[in-house]
């Protein structure tokens, strides 16, 4: 799916200052906020680290308050393009760090200068290492400590997971397919929140879950995903910068960080999973039935060993949960693409074609949309409305990554032939009433076998004078001698 840079560094932005714009935090606490964020270095989308004012995150914090994601937008740049100078240097840089992990960044600084007579700045050198991940506390391989985190109230975070399942139907038959469960836990009352299972582990799967969960328990704060494809998208990224929700990504190969929903998914396998296959599970529609009555009656409902509550009552101890308007949720989980429009003022998505405004030829727009109706495309330019598009060769009306209904297991045969039924019936009506062997049968008297006996000589003779030759009666005979 392709984004507009300009997104993507609004996104950016918003995970920087996600967490200040929670209407919980007092002035107060904003600012402590504000000033840590201030004194850190944060990853450009383009691989790079830069720091930040504390007057610059106060204006993206009001610009977000005011206009929501657009107003994180930044302007259009007029040095796109800047090539920089002396990259041979900075490889050099790397080649020191290697040779030597101890050299501080001043000091491979210094060497450059004496050797080639050219400043580069020492900032410029540590933060190319940094992203070459030559830094000295990699280098080195200094063991780090992990501690323990809890959320101090419900809806403060999310945790998401995907828990790889069984063939259905199980046991395992032609047409089987893997099951996916896409579940969501509460922090703070370990509640399972929502989940279901799915035969596609994709984008559209895990927003239907987390779209499922909010109209069912509330907006969260944060949600803790891994770096799975289904987490990992521009779709996931804009959904959550709408609704203000701060998206948090587990840190590659470190696994430290998800010991609860990895808890989590052993006690499904051990006290739901295991029951379920020794039953047989026929079809998707009835491991879902069954899991959310488990879920309910028996996960949400035991008393959990960390907290020594049932989670369903530490989730609804703190009062009334924050909901989110309908219209807004609508346009959280609108998918967004970038288009050219072509010369005959058209645009394609997912294999249809649409006509847009003849004004926007040539020009990149961003096409809003529902994926599960495509006959409604909303165009964009440069963050402005411009109309809608309308399609005029529809091949598709739901996009391909929309998880498509799962076909019913075809019932058992009853084993009823109908037909010979039929055919059984009609036996009984016409063929029982025509049963040669019961037709009775007459013995013949004395007078009537004399008279066929003299029937059949009288038949015999007849037989005997038509085989004999014909001979004409004025021919001479020939005799014979005696």
């Given at each position: 799916m392709g984004t507009d840079p300009r997104e993507d560094i609004a996104l950016f932005r918003f995970r920087i200052v996600g967490e200040a714009t929670n209407p919980r935090l007092t002035p107060a606490e904003r600012g402590h906020l504000v000033r840590e964020l201030a004194n850190q270095a944060h990853v450009h989308p383009d691989g790079s680290e830069w720091t930040y004012s504390r007057v610059t995150l106060d204006r993206w914090i009001r610009a977000y308050r005011e206009h929501g994601l657009d107003g994180l937008r930044p302007p259009l740049r007029a040095d796109l393009g800047v090539v920089r100078r002396?990259?041979?240097?900075?490889?050099?840089?790397?080649?020191?760090?290697?040779?030597?992990?101890?050299?501080?960044?001043?000091?491979?600084?210094?060497?450059?200068?004496?050797?080639?007579g050219i400043s580069v700045a020492e900032r410029t050198i540590r933060e190319h290492l940094h992203r070459r991940g030559?830094?000295?506390?990699?280098?080195?391989?200094?063991?780090?400590?992990?501690?323990?985190?809890?959320?101090?109230?419900?809806?403060?975070?999310?945790?998401?997971?995907?828990?790889?399942?069984?063939?259905?139907?199980?046991?395992?038959?032609?047409?089987?397919?893997?099951?996916?469960?896409?579940l969501l836990v509460d922090d703070y009352s370990r509640m399972l929140i929502h989940a279901r299972w799915v035969p596609d582990q994709n984008t559209r799967a895990g927003q239907d879950v987390l779209r499922a969960a909010i109209q069912r328990r509330g907006l969260p704060e944060q949600l803790h995903v891994d770096n799975g494809a289904p987490y990992s998208n521009a779709a996931l990224e804009r959904c959550c910068a709408v609704l203000g929700i701060r998206l948090i990504h587990s840190r590659p190969y470190r696994p430290q960080g998800r010991g609860k929903q990895e808890r989590l998914g052993r006690y499904i396998r051990e006290r739901f999973l295991l029951e379920a296959?020794?039953?047989?599970?026929?079809?998707?529609?009835a491991l879902n039935?069954?899991?959310?009555?488990?879920?309910?009656?028996?996960?949400?409902?035991?008393?959990?060993?960390?907290?020594?509550?049932?989670?369903?009552e530490r989730f609804v101890s703190q009062g009334p949960l924050h909901a989110v308007e309908p219209s807004l949720l609508r346009e959280a989980f609108r998918w967004s693409v970038m288009r050219r429009v072509t010369s005959t003022a058209s645009v394609s998505l997912a294999g249809n074609r649409y006509s847009v405004d003849e004004a926007l030829i040539g020009r990149r727009v961003e096409l809003r949309f529902d994926p599960e109706d495509l006959t409604r495309l909303e165009v964009y330019?440069?963050?402005?409305?411009?109309?809608?598009?309308?399609?005029?060769?529809?091949?598709?009306?739901?996009?391909?990554?929309?998880?498509?209904?799962?076909p019913p297991a075809p019932p058992a045969p009853t084993g009823v032939d109908y037909l010979g039924l039929v055919l059984a019936a009609h036996d009984a009506e016409t063929l029982s009433q025509l049963a040669f062997r019961e037709l009775p049968v007459h013995q013949p008297e004395d007078d009537q076998l004399a008279d066929h006996r003299t029937d059949d000589r009288q038949a015999d003779s007849y037989q005997t004078q038509t085989d004999m030759p014909y001979v004409e009666d004025d021919q001479p005979q020939e005799e014979y001698p005696a």
């Open positions: 002396h990259p041979e240097l900075l490889e050099e840089a790397c080649q020191l760090r290697l040779e030597l992990p101890g050299r501080s960044a001043v000091q491979i600084a210094a060497i450059l200068k004496a050797r080639h030559l830094h000295r506390a990699a280098l080195t391989g200094q063991p780090r400590a992990f501690g323990r985190f809890e959320a101090e109230r419900p809806n403060e975070r999310w945790m998401g997971d995907v828990l790889v399942g069984p063939f259905v139907p199980h046991p395992r038959v032609p047409g089987s397919k893997k099951a996916f469960l896409f296959e020794a039953q047989g599970i026929p079809s998707f529609q039935d069954r899991f959310t009555a488990w879920a309910e009656q028996v996960c949400n409902t035991r008393v959990h060993a960390d907290t020594g509550q049932k989670p369903i330019w440069e963050g402005h409305p411009a109309g809608q598009a309308i399609p005029f060769i529809l091949g598709r009306h739901v996009h391909r990554q929309v998880p498509q209904a799962v």
